[in-house]
């Protein structure tokens, strides 16, 4: 049982949750300060400010072997100050996305949202179609989080999105996934990695590359940063990104990246980093 801090508890409402570990908390207080830094921050630049969640979950997660549940990413960026003017939200497991609209229809019943069912990366067409259009009378800016499981991401569904003004906040799943099954992912057939980076160079790289198996988390944290400086997005070095680690062996799980064609997110991006702490804010007994 955990006593419950503020802000990111929810009390259970009945409807389907995601299940997450301890650390979550961890990357919901760390995108719930930046959705609401982002978001107030660019509320007088643009005319409309748009967020987009392609691996949205439902709305809540429950932590797993217990009765907490905490906001999930869609609904923290719906319960901001300044919210988003408008949200796209996509969700491949129709169960997950049927609550997340009953919840996003609780927090902020006005808000104007596109939901996507389906993958993500089978979808983008839709998705990029539900991003109103920009032009010298209507600047649109689009916040973009992906937070997949694994490392699951196809470099061509952000290749697809980047063609719009829009920032990317990536989790690099490169110690839950890519670490564990490096022996797989690096043996020559398996595409994984090659459609996360949008290349199969990093192969080569990777032999090149100093101090072996245990820099291969950090290797592939830069080799996806490089991925996205080929998109025009500014250069991202790990120690830019926050490492997320598991709260029992102190393991590192994953990167949160941020990645932007503008220098004043990573501005608002240091704030966050500054302000991250690694202590969970529940009494677990
Ligand atoms: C790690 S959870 C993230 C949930 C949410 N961002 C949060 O933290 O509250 C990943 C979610 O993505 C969904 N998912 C997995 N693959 C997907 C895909 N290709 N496209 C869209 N959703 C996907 C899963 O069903 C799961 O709900």
């Given amino acids: ?8 508890c929810v009390n259970d409402d009945g409807l389907v949750c995601g299940e997450v570990g301890r650390w979550a908390e961890t990357k919901y207080r760390l995108i719930a300060y930046y959705d609401e830094l982002f978001a107030t921050g660019m509320k007088d630049k643009w005319d409309q400010r748009v967020y987009i969640d392609l691996y949205a979950g439902a709305g809540y997660s429950q932590i797993r072997n217990t009765d907490i549940r905490l906001k999930g990413s869609p609904i923290l960026a719906l319960s901001i100050a300044h919210p988003f003017d408008k949200y796209i939200f996509c969700e491949e497991s129709n169960d997950l996305l049927e609550a997340l609209k009953t919840r996003t229809r609780r927090t902020l019943p ?30 649109v800016l689009s916040l973009c989080l992906v937070d997949p499981f694994d490392f699951g991401i196809k470099f061509e569904t952000i290749r697809r999105l980047s063609k719009i003004f829009v920032d990317f906040v990536v989790l690099l799943a490169v110690g ?12 020559v057939n ?44 500014l250069e991202v070095k790990p120690h830019q990104m926050k490492m ?6 102190n393991l590192p799980l994953y990167y949160l990246a941020l990645f932007s064609r503008h220098s004043i997110a990573f501005q608002l991006w240091e704030q966050v980093l500054k302000y991250s702490t690694d202590q969970t804010s529940f009494s677990w007994e």
């Fill in 1 to 8: 049982m955990a006593s419950s801090p503020d802000g990111l």
């Fill in 110 to 139: 006005k808000a104007d949202v596109t939901f996507v069912p389906g993958s993500c990366d089978n979808e983008i067409g839709r998705i990029c179609k539900a991003i109103p259009q920009g032009s010298a009378g209507n600047k």
């Fill in 176 to 187: 839950m996934d890519a670490g564990r099954n490096y022996d797989l992912y690096v043996d």
């Fill in 190 to 233: 398996h595409p994984k990695i090659d459609e996360a980076l949008g290349n199969v160079e990093w192969r080569e790289r990777w032999k090149k590359y100093p101090g072996g198996r245990k820099r291969f988390r950090e290797f592939l944290a830069e080799e996806f940063a490089l991925s996205m400086k080929s998109l025009g997005y």
């Fill in 244 to 249: 997320v680690r598991s709260d029992e062996k």
